[in-house]
């Protein structure tokens, strides 16, 4: 049946272990925040949020997973290529995408299955380490 699509997709235990692993890697460096998971279509899967974060932090997480997801590209570097490349900078107009570090996509081999966003652990270089970590370590398992 060549009509039928199958994709790998992030389960919703992945998501979670995701998502605590973000909230740990972040507690590493003595900072809190939200973590937000989407699958291969961007459905919110997990979301995690740490104690005294901001309440913007929820939707910016999920808008930097989904940003990843989307573009298949980490959303810091999408910001970088908006701010220096002239023919890209009219991303920023694109009112789903959040063009701040932070949102990383989850690869198993060549397929994007998911992202994870990470927003409000101190700045964009924290929030994207604490999305890195976690997913090497939810893969690495």
């Known amino acids: 049946m060549d009509a039928v699509l199958t994709q790998a997709n992030l389960s919703p235990s992945m998501a979670n272990e995701i998502a605590t ?17 989407v699958d291969c279509g961007g ?11 901001g309440p913007h932090n929820t939707e910016a997480a999920q808008r930097k997973a989904f940003t990843a997801l989307s573009t298949k590209t980490k959303s810091g570097d999408l910001a970088e290529i908006a701010r220096n ?10 009112d789903d995408l959040l063009l701040l570090g932070g949102g990383v996509p989850v690869r198993l081999g060549d397929d994007v299955i998911g992202a994870v966003g990470v927003a ?3 700045g964009s270089a924290n ?3 604490c999305a890195v970590e976690a997913i090497e370590a939810a893969l690495n398992d």
Request: charge should be negative; hydrophobic fraction near 45%.
């Open 21 to 37: 692993a973000a909230i740990d890697a972040c507690a590493k460096i003595d900072q809190t925040a939200v973590v937000a998971v």
């Open 43 to 53: 459905n919110l899967v997990a979301v995690q949020r740490g104690d005294n974060v």
């Open 85 to 94: 490349d002239a023919s890209s900078q009219n991303l920023t107009t694109v």
């Open 120 to 122: 409000g652990a101190g």
């Open 127 to 129: 929030d994207e380490s």
